[in-house]
């Protein structure tokens, strides 16, 4: 089941935030996106009554984007970011979008093939869009 986060999931998407990046989110992030960002909307994958993975999309007049995206570790390669990404889909063809953007390090390849079997390309590169001095690609669904 897909659903929108809530506070009580607060514990578990921060577990899954902090063993997915090494720059992670903070309790208080989340906390701001559901209270103080009104265009943010968080859904989790349940199973069996556990948040599992969960993202983060941001519709923001015509403009979307997947803020945040990550799937605990015991349930990658099963299928639930390519869920939640056809989930979002769905939700940015229900409100007229014109633009589907995001940003990823360039280091990360796996978030990169998948961001690409959804129809995302490369179009640009963000020079140390992150705190480390990484850079970003933005990609945008074509
Ligand atoms: C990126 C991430 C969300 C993918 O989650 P997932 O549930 O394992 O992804 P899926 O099982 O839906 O796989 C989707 C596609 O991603 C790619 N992919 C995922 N893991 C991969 C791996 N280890 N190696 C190569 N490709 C991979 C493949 O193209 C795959 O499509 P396929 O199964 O048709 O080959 C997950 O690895 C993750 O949480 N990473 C840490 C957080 C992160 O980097 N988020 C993105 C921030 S921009």
Same mark, same amino acid.
């Given at each position: 089941?897909?659903?929108?986060?809530?506070?009580?999931?607060?514990?578990?998407?921060?577990?899954?935030?902090?063993?997915?990046?090494?720059?992670?989110?903070?309790?208080?992030? /989340?906390?701001? $996106?559901?209270?103080?960002?009104?265009?943010?909307? *968080?859904?989790?994958? #349940?199973?069996? %009554?556990?948040?599992?993975?969960?993202?983060?999309?941001?519709?923001?007049?015509?403009?979307?984007?997947?803020?945040?995206?990550?799937?605990?570790?015991?349930?990658?390669?099963?299928?639930?970011?390519?869920?939640?990404?056809?989930?979002?889909?769905?939700?940015?063809?229900?409100?007229?979008?014109?633009? /589907?953007?995001? $940003?990823?390090?360039?280091?990360?390849?796996?978030? *990169?093939?998948?961001? #690409?079997?959804? %129809?995302?390309?490369?179009?640009?590169?963000?020079?140390?869009?992150?705190?480390?001095?990484?850079?970003?690609?933005?990609?945008?669904?074509?």
């Amino acid at each position: 089941m897909i659903r929108k986060m809530s506070q009580n999931d607060l514990d578990a998407v921060n577990a899954i935030e902090m063993q997915a990046f090494q720059d992670p989110w903070s309790k208080q992030d /989340f906390i701001n $996106e559901l209270e103080s960002n009104p265009y943010s909307c *968080i859904y989790v994958k #349940e199973i069996n %009554g556990e948040a599992v993975a969960y993202v983060d999309l941001w519709i923001a007049y015509e403009n979307a984007e997947i803020a945040n995206i990550a799937v605990k570790k015991e349930f990658l390669h099963q299928g639930i970011a390519s869920e939640l990404m056809q989930f979002c889909l769905q939700k940015i063809q229900q409100s007229k979008c014109e633009n /589907f953007t995001l $940003e990823v390090r360039v280091s990360n390849t796996n978030a *990169i093939k998948l961001y #690409e079997k959804f %129809g995302f390309q490369t179009v640009s590169k963000r020079k140390k869009y992150y705190a480390d001095g990484e850079d970003a690609y933005l990609m945008v669904q074509l």
